[in-house]
């Protein structure tokens, strides 16, 4: 009769190295995928807090892409109203020498034109992505500038422009901020998911 003797030690043995190995396994995934809890079988309270973690920081990035666009729309527009500002303060000085001048104005005049066609296509030009960047400013200025009302118009396209760029400035600080906090928002979801 044949016996078979059992090596309990090499069983144990047996047992300890698949054991070693299912955690070599485990270790590995959680190498491979930056994560503690890599599936629900690890831990799935926890596994599902991430899951919504990480689907909630990857909408913040639809958010935060929707931002910048808006903070590019309105750079656009603080760029163009800083340049129709500038050409306004050059047309003011332009309409004060011809109210000081009795003489010979055509130098002038043409300067002022080109002046205000400057203006007239930076507002019709001026665009982001198909959205006027220039949207709720008004600038309305007279063809003739000997006229005498010139510098009247001036000032009140200058009052526009001016109240234009301070809520352009004021938005331009409220998206960065914005901005910031979803980026760090987005941040926070991503190392706790």
């Known amino acids: 009769m044949a016996s078979i003797n059992t090596n309990y030690g090499a069983m144990v043995a047996a047992q300890s190295l698949a054991a070693t190995g299912r955690e070599l396994a485990n270790v590995q995934n959680r190498v491979t995928t930056g994560m503690k809890v890599s599936s629900a079988k690890d831990n799935g309270a926890i596994w599902a807090i991430?899951?919504?973690?990480?689907?909630?920081?990857?909408?913040?990035?639809?958010?935060?892409?929707?931002?910048?666009?808006?903070?590019?729309?309105?750079?656009?527009g603080l760029a163009a109203g800083e340049s129709i500002m500038a050409a306004l303060t050059e047309m003011k000085a332009l309409a004060a020498a011809i109210d000081a001048n009795s003489g010979d104005i055509g130098a002038y005049q043409a300067d002022y034109n080109a002046l205000k066609g400057e203006i007239d296509d930076i507002i019709a030009d001026t665009e982001f992505d198909g959205v006027d960047a220039l949207t709720g400013l008004t600038v309305t200025l007279t063809e003739d500038v000997a006229t005498g009302d010139a510098v009247a118009e001036i000032d009140a396209a200058i009052t526009a422009a001016t109240t234009f760029l301070q809520a352009q400035g004021t938005t331009s600080k409220s998206l960065e901020r914005q901005i910031t906090f979803n980026t760090k928002l987005q941040d926070a979801l991503e190392a706790g998911a």
Do not use: E, P
């Open 50 to 76: 991430a899951t919504t973690q990480k689907a909630n920081a990857k909408a913040l990035d639809a958010t935060i892409n929707n931002l910048q666009r808006s903070q590019s729309i309105n750079d656009v």
